[in-house]
């Protein structure tokens, strides 16, 4: 079974360059259980594949795309010896308009191998050309970009800062030029110089970054939009001082700690890893029942900014949202909720978790590409008028 062997690994690889983590000990798990799961049906060959590479129910558009581009040979429904298939290469003439371009990325990085080039000439990059590649990834939403477009996207979102400007506090520091007088400070230097007055101290109201919170829905709806909006937070959290980030699916996680990683990967990796709930159900109403008696009065003081990340779409439909989500409201400085769904023209909030929650935000926007992320400073500027 060599040629078999080969061409397992080979598919495993089509999947991971189209964003599956298949590990090789799952490539040498399928080796040895399609013999033994029968390669008569290509129903069986289906069923074995995808319950060893499959992890999450929404990576089985992208297997599906793929398997029946790589393993279209007629003969598989025909034959047991449908594992003596020929080499991948010739298969990309099937792919058609009908893959994502994940998955046809996959395979043409995976089945054409780079010529060697001998006296290479000089190549000259058109600027308008680059503006244009970027201008256009700047407004591709997150849920159409091939891998090397999501890798293109993480680095631009990595060097993007939120331009949150800083608030007045009760509380006062020295300033030569200060407007007010610091009288308490000015009668020590008085009593300290004998009762002769050199110089009057002044001060000036002490400005502070106001504290960020962030709620961000992890359910598998929102994967794709949530991983991307982790490496934003990564950025934020390491620029700025008091950021909150609490994930929630089915339950309330703080992954504040996690996000601090140095390296944006290993940060992400941990926040993986410290969510149980990662791309499953959504459970708004309990979660956000959670955070306003358990995290609300230590992370929404001194004018603190809440940003709600979430399509709205509720899995229970219980019936607390609204109060909740009115609680929320109240506890925060400013509630903006960020959703993917206002990416559609005419959207229309008809489900039942949308219209209880948006009475209840101050602004009501979309985030769902780069475009939008830019955008997010000009809605957290105190002087904006985005409306809800």
């Given at each position: ?224 939009y949530s991983r991307m909006f982790l490496h934003f ?156």
């Open positions: 079974m060599p040629v078999l062997a080969e061409n397992v690994l080979h598919f495993a690889r089509i999947l991971r360059g189209a964003g599956l983590p298949i590990g090789t000990d799952r490539v040498m798990d399928a080796v040895r259980a399609l013999p033994l799961a029968g390669i008569e049906s290509r129903r069986d060959w289906h069923a074995t594949l995808s319950a060893l590479f499959l992890t999450r129910h929404e990576q089985q558009v992208i297997f599906d795309e793929a398997f029946a581009v790589f393993w279209r040979d007629p003969a598989l429904e025909q034959r047991m010896m449908a594992a003596m298939l020929p080499k991948v290469a010739g298969r990309m003439a099937g792919l058609g308009a009908r893959a994502s371009p994940r998955v046809a990325e996959a395979f043409i990085t995976n089945t054409q191998p780079t010529p060697a080039v001998e006296n290479p000439e000089q190549i000259e990059v058109d600027a308008s050309l680059t503006f244009t590649a970027t201008e256009r990834l700047k407004h591709l939403d997150f849920e159409k970009m091939t891998g090397d477009e999501w890798r293109e996207a993480k680095r631009i979102v990595a060097g993007m800062r939120l331009p949150v400007p800083d608030v007045r506090t009760r509380r006062f520091k020295r300033a030569p030029t200060g407007a007010a007088i610091d009288l308490a400070a000015t009668l020590r230097r008085l009593a300290r110089d004998g009762g002769q007055i050199a110089r009057i101290v002044r001060r000036e109201p002490r400005l502070r970054a106001p504290p960020i919170v962030v709620l961000c829905d992890i359910s598998g709806s929102m994967h794709r937070l990564h950025a934020l959290v390491r620029d700025r001082a008091r950021v909150s980030v609490l994930l929630f699916g089915t339950r309330l996680t703080n992954v504040t700690r996690a996000l601090r990683h140095r390296d944006v990967d290993e940060a992400v990796d941990a926040v993986c890893a410290a969510v149980p709930d990662w791309a499953g159900g959504t459970r708004i109403a309990s979660c956000v029942h959670e955070f306003n008696f358990q995290w609300s009065r230590r992370l929404l003081g001194q004018n603190a900014t809440l940003l709600l990340v979430t399509d709205g779409l509720d899995r229970d439909d219980a019936p607390g949202l609204e109060v909740e989500m009115a609680r929320l409201h109240r506890s925060s400085h400013r509630l903006l909720w960020l959703n993917p769904l206002l990416r559609y023209e005419g959207f229309e909030p008809r489900a039942s978790g949308i219209v209880a929650m948006r009475p209840h935000v101050d602004a009501f926007l979309p985030v769902h590409n780069l475009e939008s992320l830019r955008t997010l400073g000009k809605a957290l500027s105190p002087h904006s008028r985005l409306s809800s």
